[in-house]
């Protein structure tokens, strides 16, 4: 920003500042009288404002971050002359509520059984909305947040149609007599759950190079997946889902929804509504973390 950007938009933020030759603040047309700022009262307002020399802004290591609030394991790509709106909150919350409710019966929450409520979440919210996000990160170009978003959109509608009652008729056919019962189904659904591991693990290994908050989003998400599959096929003693392993999953679902959320909060937070940014962890090895210490080793060495 030059400084004669820095004088225009501080005399925007400032009152006007009346000469002394005009006490009532008119000049003899009647409109205000002000006049122009010294550079000596540019960079105190300047510190006042939160921008110019003063401000201690350091506007390179913020375009370097990888931020999970962007859906982005890569390095942090400046969103000012971006025509879209950053798609990646909304997916995460869709994600981060339908997991949460699935979760939280997984765990026996208020002696409920049936996961019959997660269907209309999964087909509204975790799925539609979800996966319209996910397009909308291909229109921005994020390979990474469009791939992700799009196919967890995809988990939960292939989820919703399993388990419709009385729709599909996949659950009741798989446990038909003719199928072998319910251990048809589980064994089923548990490699359903088994492929989703290995696709989570793959995106697992594309977050390494970003935040703490965005790894753990997908590192509790990829043990959630492995909990529940290892569940439906391990059964207990009874031919049922073994349910100690089953709760287990729904503790690390919930991790991984609140992480969602987290990274959603982070994505949504700025200037324009918060009056801080919600902080992400770098870790030391990732683009951003070497490029402050870095900084850090010159200012030592001059």
């Not at 969103?79 to 909304?90: G, H, I, Y």
């Not at 799009?150 to 659950?171: D, E, H, K, M, R």
């Amino acid at each position: 920003m030059s400084v004669e950007q820095n004088n225009v938009s501080l005399e925007k933020d400032l009152a006007p500042v009346t000469t002394e030759g005009s006490p009532d603040g008119v000049n003899g047309t009647g409109a205000p009288v002000t006049q122009h700022l010294t550079a000596e009262e540019t960079a105190r307002a300047a510190a006042r404002f939160g921008y110019g020399p003063l401000s201690h802004v350091n506007t390179k290591e913020a375009m370097l971050r990888p931020f999970g609030g962007e859906f982005q394991p890569g390095l942090y790509k400046s969103v000012e002359s971006r025509k879209f709106a950053n798609p990646a909150p909304l997916g995460l919350c869709a994600f981060a509520l339908t997991t949460f409710v699935l979760s939280a019966i997984n765990m026996g929450a208020r002696d409920i059984t049936a996961p019959n409520i997660v269907v209309a979440l999964a087909f509204g919210y975790g799925g539609l909305v979800q996966l319209l996000a996910g397009m909308w990160e291909m229109a921005v170009g994020n390979t990474f947040g469009a791939t992700a978003l799009s196919s967890y959109g995809g988990f939960w509608l292939s989820f919703a149609i399993v388990l419709t009652p009385g729709g599909f008729n996949i659950q009741s056919q798989l446990k038909s007599a003719d199928s072998g019962g319910t251990a048809m189904f589980d064994n089923s659904f548990g490699l359903f759950l088994m492929g989703w591991f290995i696709f989570t693990t793959i995106l697992l290994f594309c977050t390494l190079r970003s935040t703490v908050a965005f790894f753990f989003l997908f590192f509790f998400l990829d043990i959630t997946f492995l909990l529940l599959g290892i569940g439906y096929i391990h059964r207990d003693s009874e031919g049922k889902p073994n349910p100690p392993i089953i709760k287990a999953g729904g503790f690390f679902g919930l991790l991984a929804a609140f992480f969602a959320w987290y990274n959603a909060l982070a994505g949504m937070a700025d200037d324009s509504n918060s009056f801080f940014i919600f902080p992400v962890a770098h870790f030391p090895w990732s683009p951003t973390a070497r490029s402050r210490s870095q900084k850090k080793t010159e200012r030592e060495t001059v």
